[in-house]
T-cell receptor
Framework: DSGVTQTPKHLITATGQRVTLRCSPR?????VYWYQQSLDQGLQFLIQ???????AKGNILERFSAQQFPDLHSELNLSSLELGDSALYFCASSIGQGAPNEKLFFGSGTQLSVL | QKEVEQDPGPLSVPEGAIVSLNCTYS??????FMWYRQYSRKGPELLMYTYSSGNKEDGRFTAQVDKSSKYISLFIRDSQPSDSATYLCAMRAVRQAGTALIFGKGTTLSVSS
């Protein structure tokens, strides 16, 4: 168990809908990262927050947004969902701001299916 | 050209075999190299971590980095059925602000008993 908690584990919804994925980092970790994993694209970095502030941005669509709250949990909001958004979404956490040698600890992911 | 290339496999070996997993990359700024293992329906977990060039050994696992060729490898000795998983290489630059780990697509390994 990595100590990173993601809910829900599975999410089935329809095109055009909006969903929220939740992540609680490991105790003491200040950074939260969101990744999307699909068969064709692999593990793609979406966004990183450190202590409530956006730290780094990757291939995140404008329809997607995230935030990190004062208690350090994070939410990833996906709106106007399309079939192609179906994927496994992972949250990871690390202790610092994202130094190159920092270790990331991943949650078990949320499997999103858009029908 | 993708920043990190990794052969997806699948790779099937008998128990006890030596396994070689590889990644190539194009960004010469990458200095930190990691290998993650991902079991089915689980999140990736860090297996090995190396900085710059050279070798690092941890039990049955050896990680190698050849920066001149932009090529990294993970060797698994005496492979076990419990090693069956997807192995992802990951890397990161040292002084690029606003970046995070870049992953390869992963190689699926199956070790049969």
């Amino acid at each position: 168990d990595s100590g990173v908690t993601q809910t829900p584990k599975h999410l089935i919804t329809a095109t055009g809908q909006r969903v929220t994925l939740r992540c609680s980092p490991r105790s003491g970790d200040l950074s939260v990262y969101w990744y999307q994993q699909s068969l064709d694209q692999g593990l793609q970095f979406l966004i990183q927050y450190y202590n409530g502030e956006e730290r780094a941005k990757g291939n995140i669509l404008e329809r997607f947004s995230a935030q990190q709250f004062p208690d350090l949990h994070s939410e990833l909001n996906l709106s106007s969902l399309e079939l192609g958004d179906s994927a496994l979404y992972f949250c990871a956490s690390s202790i610092g701001q994202g130094a190159p040698n920092e270790k990331l600890f991943f949650g078990s992911g949320t499997q999103l299916s858009v029908l | 050209q993708k920043e990190v290339e990794q052969d997806p496999g699948p790779l099937s070996v008998p128990e006890g075999a030596i396994v070689s997993l590889n990644c190539t990359y194009s960004n010469s700024a990458f200095q930190y190299f990691m290998w993650y293992r991902q079991y089915s329906r689980k999140g990736p977990e860090l297996l090995m971590y190396t900085y710059s060039s050279g070798n690092k050994e941890d039990g049955r696992f050896t990680a190698q980095v050849d920066k001149s060729s932009k090529y990294i490898s993970l060797f698994i000795r005496d492979s076990q059925p419990s090693d069956s998983a997807t192995y992802l290489c990951a890397m990161r630059a040292v002084r690029q602000a606003g970046t995070a780990l870049i992953f390869g697509k992963g190689t699926t390994l199956s070790v049969s008993s």
